[in-house]
Each structure stands twice: as structure tokens, then as C-alpha cells.
């Protein structure tokens, strides 16, 4: 064999597979076919989106009057914005391939596909190949959005969110297509900035899977951007060329004119050009089938990250893929965690750990729930937050925490707290004997364990 771990793909799941194989002593090589490292993740998704939301967050804390700006105000704002995602991503990449060379991981540029279940082929861009054989194989080449042959994608006006992160300047108005994560943080993100926009969505509420109170908080917040939301709504048409606007048309009957159309209902497994089939593996819509050690039907090839469906985030990804590594060299008792956190950077955040009040109720656990509102607490006051809230869900027997869910600055980094007390069986109790800094937003956890005290019989 050529190397022992041959992982394809270098995004997150891909780099901290290779880590922990060169941890491990193993000769690892990544096999991109990218000009550039990193994937989605660091590349057309994650860093930049979050690196954009970062930029539109400070716009609109300090600067006023962003709807009426000039043409030449809204191209300077945008280039800034860009400017800064795109010197963010050359510096995680700088990083990123300091430490996968330090850690003695070959590079190999080409596209990967199977010859036979332990050799694969790599093409490189000019057509010249060569076969590359390991024990084991790792894919982690992700996934790509979902882009209908009915609608007219140009990169231009009508974008996936892809292109979108390409755009030069801020479109005078934007319809968002879809009421899921990437649809929320792009809506976020530019109606800071000062676009007029708007959000279809066939769903009752925006990120239908998540608790009425905590979307609430994030609803009120688009519509005090201006944000229109067009609930229950289903998109029949997009037609371009409706002079220099784009116009959807709604099954409704409505139709809705924007200078610019943002398409976000969900992404495809970049699995097509593997070539599974010469070795068997298993598809679900091409998404690749997996055990719980990240086997696929073929027990030394493993997938990880986007490549294999939900949760689809980089943080998970990246855990997956140490994990399947470990797994593949003998290390059997390393496992996933239990307790996964999740976010949405919009404005404001969202974050979360364990269960939601829906599933508790499916499940038929005995709960109570305490809230912890950002401004009943000095820093939520002081950073003007007058909406976050921490939310704890717990079990009324044990007084453990079945759920955490924070909507507000900072949800993302809070939520760690809640998990950690969730993975080593703490209690509400523990929260209301903790000191917590003052002030901070973390006292929400206090004040939240403290209204569920109160409930608990």
C-alpha cells in the first residue's frame, strides 16, 4: 500500500481525520481536487458566511441610514465586507496548511475515484492520473447546494449560497427562498447591511424544528430589520429578464418583484464522481450509508462531515472524522459525543444542545422549563441585547438538563456550558451553586436554573 489512510477531501472532517492518523504514527495523505485547501467549510460556506455575518453585525451597530445610502456607499460597503471575508479565509488556510504539512500529511491535487476497494485513481487538471492504494480510505468530499434544473441560477441575479458570497455589491432588495439555517443567517446578514428583504417559506414558522419562543425572538428580530416574512408560502416560478429585476412567482398568486433572489432549500453529497458503485457502496439519495464507527457497507472505507447527511455541520465533521480515524487504527473506545451543540449565526445567534420541548413532549419526559432572560442581567443590558435568552429544559426526577437553548449574542460560545454540565450528568443544582463572572450573559444560566427551582416539585 502506497499509504495507510487515503482521506479525500480536505474541509474539516478531512484535516482532522488526517490529524489524528498522524497522531497516531499512520502515513495519511488528503486528496483535493480544489486549487485551494480547506473545503465548504473554509472555502463557499462556514468561515466566510460567518465572516460576513461579523462584518454586517458592526455595519449595523455603527452606521446609521443604510437603507437610503448611495449607490457608491452601497458598492464601498460590500467590497469591505468581501475584503475582509476573503482575507480571513487566506489566514485560516495559511493555518490550516502549516499544520497538516508540520504533521508530515501529503497534499495530493487531482479527483479521486475508485478503482478497486483499496486503490484509487487521481486525475489532475490536465488529465494525467495516477493510482494511489492505503488500508484505509476516508471520504469527506462534502456536499454542494441543491440547485433545481427549474430555476434560472445566473451567479448574478439568481444565486445559491455559493455565489452569493461572490457578490461585488449589495443588491437593493432580496428574496430568500427557503426558511432553514443558511436561509436565516443570509437574511441576517443582509438586512444588517440595509437590503430590503424578504423570505418565503412553506413552514408555519422559520427553522420549523425548533421551539416556537426561542424563533420568536429571532422573528421579531427580522421584522425590526424590515424583513418581510412570507410564511406558508410556496415558490411556483422564477423568471429573470422582468427588466432589471427578478420576479417569483408564489402559489398563492403573489408575485413579488427583487432586484436579486437567494435560493437555500437544502444540498447534494459530492459523491457522484467517487464511482461507489465499483465497490458497493451504499446510497441514500447519494448521500452515503454509515454505521456508528462512519463505516459505509464496506468496513475499511469510511465517510464522514456532509457526505453523509445531517447534521452537516463542520463542527460535527470534524469530530466524525478524528473519530472514524481512531476507529479504523484500533482505538475502539473513542466515541461521539452524546450530546452534540448546534448553531445558527444569524442576528441575533442561535444555539443548542439536547432536546427541544417537542421532542421531551414525543418522548413523554416529566419537565420543567426555567428561562434566563439577557435583560434581566447587567451585560445583557450593557450590550444592549434587550432580547436573548437562555433556556433550560429538565428532567423533573433526576433535576438533570434534557436541553439547553439559547437565542442572542454569543449564543454560540454559551451554549458550552449547558453542554458540558450535560456530559458529565449535572445538575440545575450545579447551576444555581456556580459563581459565574459579573457581569456577563453567562448569569443567565443562574437565573434560568433559579426560575427552574421554583418549578420543580
Known amino acids: ?115 478497486d476497494e483499496h486503490t484509487m485513481k487521481v486525475t489532475n487538471t490536465n488529465g494525467e492520473s495516477r493510482m494511489l492504494s492505503a488500508s484505509v480510505i476516508l471520504l469527506a468530499t462534502g456536499s454542494r447546494p441543491r440547485r433545481p434544473s427549474d430555476i434560472p441560477f445566473d451567479k448574478q441575479t439568481v444565486l445559491d449560497s455559493t455565489s452569493i458570497l461572490k457578490l461585488k455589491k449589495l443588491p437593493k432588495s432580496l428574496l430568500v427562498v427557503g426558511g432553514g439555517v443558511i436561509a436565516c443567517e443570509f437574511v441576517s446578514i443582509f438586512a444588517a447591511l440595509g437590503v430590503e428583504v424578504s423570505i418565503v417559506d412553506s413552514h408555519e414558522q422559520l427553522l420549523a424544528y425548533l421551539s416556537d419562543d426561542v424563533v420568536g425572538v429571532l422573528a421579531d428580530s427580522f421584522e425590526n430589520m424590515g424583513v418581510q416574512l412570507l410564511m406558508q408560502e410556496k415558490v411556483v416560478a422564477i423568471r429573470k429578464n422582468e427588466g432589471e429585476e ?60 456532509d457526505l453523509i447527511g445531517r447534521p452537516a455541520l463542520a463542527s460535527t465533521g470534524m469530530e466524525q472524522g478524528r473519530t472514524a480515524v481512531a476507529h479504523a487504527f484500533g482505538e475502539t473506545s473513542q466515541a461521539m459525543p452524546a450530546n452534540l451543540p448546534m448553531a445558527i449565526y444569524a442576528i441575533p445567534e442561535i444555539s443548542w444542545v439536547g432536546k427541544t420541548e417537542k421532542e421531551a413532549k414525543h418522548d413523554q419526559l416529566q419537565y420543567v422549563v426555567g428561562r434566563g432572560y439577557y435583560n434581566e442581567s447587567a451585560r445583557g443590558q450593557i450590550i444592549g441585547d434587550a432580547n436573548g435568552l437562555v433556556k433550560l429544559i429538565v428532567d423533573i426526577h433526576t433535576h438533570k438538563l434534557i436541553g439547553v437553548h439559547i437565542v442572542g449574542e454569543h449564543a454560540s460560545e454559551l451554549i458550552h456550558t449547558g453542554q458540558l454540565l450535560m456530559h458529565f450528568n449535572g445538575t440545575v443544582q450545579d447551576l444555581v451553586a456556580n459563581v459565574f463572572n459579573y457581569p456577563t450573559l453567562a448569569e443567565c444560566y443562574k437565573l434560568a436554573a433559579l426560575d427552574c427551582m421554583n418549578k420543580l416539585p
Open 1 to 115: 500500500m502506497d499509504y495507510d489512510i487515503l482521506i479525500i477531501g480536505s474541509g474539516p472532517a478531512g484535516q482532522h481525520a488526517a490529524w489524528q492518523a498522524a497522531h497516531m504514527g499512520k502515513k495519511a495523505a488528503i486528496i483535493e481536487r480544489k486549487s485551494s485547501i480547506g473545503g465548504a467549510g473554509l472555502q463557499t460556506g462556514t468561515i466566510p458566511s460567518k465572516a460576513l455575518r461579523e462584518a454586517a453585525y458592526l455595519a449595523s451597530r455603527t452606521s446609521q441610514g443604510m437603507h437610503t445610502a448611495s449607490h457608491t456607499a452601497r458598492y464601498g460597503v460590500m467590497a469591505d465586507v468581501v475584503r475582509r471575508k476573503d482575507m480571513v479565509i487566506a489566514q485560516q488556510e495559511s493555518v490550516i496548511l502549516k499544520r497538516l504539512l508540520k504533521s508530515g500529511v501529503a497534499l495530493i491535487p487531482g479527483e479521486a475515484s475508485f478503482v
Open 246 to 305: 427578478v420576479l417569483t412567482l408564489l402559489e398563492s398568486g403573489k408575485r413579488i418583484r427583487s432586484e436579486a433572489v437567494l435560493y437555500a432549500q437544502g444540498r447534494k453529497a459530492n459523491s457522484l464522481s467517487l464511482d461507489t458503485a465499483k465497490v458497493g457502496i451504499e446510497l441514500d439519495h447519494g448521500w452515503i450509508t454509515v454505521n456508528n464507527h462512519f463505516q459505509s457497507s464496506q468496513p475499511h472505507i469510511y465517510a464522514v462531515g
